[in-house]
């Protein structure tokens, strides 16, 4: 799997095979992912959708996945990425579990697991295309943390990824506070979900909200979300704005 | 152990089903200078016998830190001591970068425990000569490990290698019992004292000995020489007041507190 990219006169020159062997762009993907810390864990919602470039395709994909006993695991981007991260955890936590001996990675071991493979593959020029949110509760102690696709990994109180960067987190910062209780963490995340499935096109009316506390995770089944679609500025768009459609 | 035709290379069974290189190996172990190692639930502390070539030499070092969590000292072929040693500092931070977390002792012990089998079934290799004592901490608390040149380990509660180690193991055989609620001083002075088993009537100075301690929320420090120096200064007193009772037997265990309570009255301690 080992190539040279070959540099003649400063200019690239182009390995039309080796190109055939790393990622370039994303096909399948999945969008935002949306997490928080609570009282007794970690929330974290998505929805189930994969994207085909602009196709809304495949409408049941899942993507948070519960790591061991204390991690859950949230992807978006290349989905088969995704499906390649969860072999690797895999094995990860196989031989973990050989071990036997009463020692268990918690989430921060796997956050910074994920944070070394994506950082690596990255120097290879060779990325695996998601930003992952890696959530977990161990001997009480919460962790929520995120690694993008060219290896950036923080932790936080909230994290989010793609559009709910922008869309929210904005909300998250003003209206999260320490010890939420279950129930408004969940209409916390639907509150940013909702935003999302308005204005993020690749959003699909499905989603699911998966818990983590110390007894383990929990996926709710998919659901979908109330929208309202009778705002003045729906119904007569181009009201004040001549020309616009 | 006599020489024999089954002893020439490790790959080599005797029909008795022994191999001979390994047992030398362990032999080896046996004549380097003592080490000990004991643990209660939190704190293990490592001590040895400083041995030096000659007078005008330092003496060698003995106990090697691994990680914040993890120390191990060594008895017998000192060279072969220090590369395992280096290879467990390889381990452990290696585990330490990939993971951001501390590698548990156990899992560090197996992987050693592997590298030492693999010299026992190689015919161009030899078996390190070396035993480990290696003592470190994990989620479930503090462990004390030895490792032996036949690639196996096992756990102790206290342990002691080395040449007159057998004094050492008596000692603590009597007072293990105790160990896992120990209090830090309590179990630093079992191990000193523990040492001066091993001298075997040569006077327990500080200069002989050192002295390693690790535990939850502690990491792996040496104790200095002072710190050492006062411990041996609490019981030597109280040793030579056993003396003047005339008592080495069970009913000392009883006699001693009482006698040196009154002893330590006659003189006043800040004249020691």
Redesign the interface.
Known sequence: MTFTIPIENGNEVKNAEADSQRTLYPYVTGTSVVAIKYKDGILMASDMGGSYGSTLRYKNIERMKAIGKHSLLGASGEISDFQEILRYLDELVLNDNMWDDGNSLGPKEVHNYLTRVMYNRRNKFNPLWNTLVLGGVKNGEKYLGMVSMIGVSFEDNHVATGFGNHLARPILRDEWREDLSFEDGVKLLEKCMRVLLYRDRSAINKLQIAKMTEEGVTVSEPYSLKTFWEFSAFTNPTVGAEGSW | MFRNQYDTDVTTWSPTGRLFQVEYAMEAVKQGSAAIGLRSRTHVVLACVNKAQSELSSHQRKIFKVDDHIGVAIAGLTADGRVLSRYMRSESINHA?????PL?V??LVVHLADKAQVCTQRSWKRPYGVGLLVGGL???GAHLYYNCPSGNYFEYQAFAIGSRSQAAKTYLERRFESFGDSSKEDLIKDAILAVRETLQGETLKSSLCTVAVLGVGEPFNFLDQETIQKVIDTFEKVAEEEEGEGGEGEAEAAAAPPAAEQGDQDVAPMEM
């Open positions: 970068f990939t993971y951001e977390s548990p156990g899992r994990d989620e479930s």
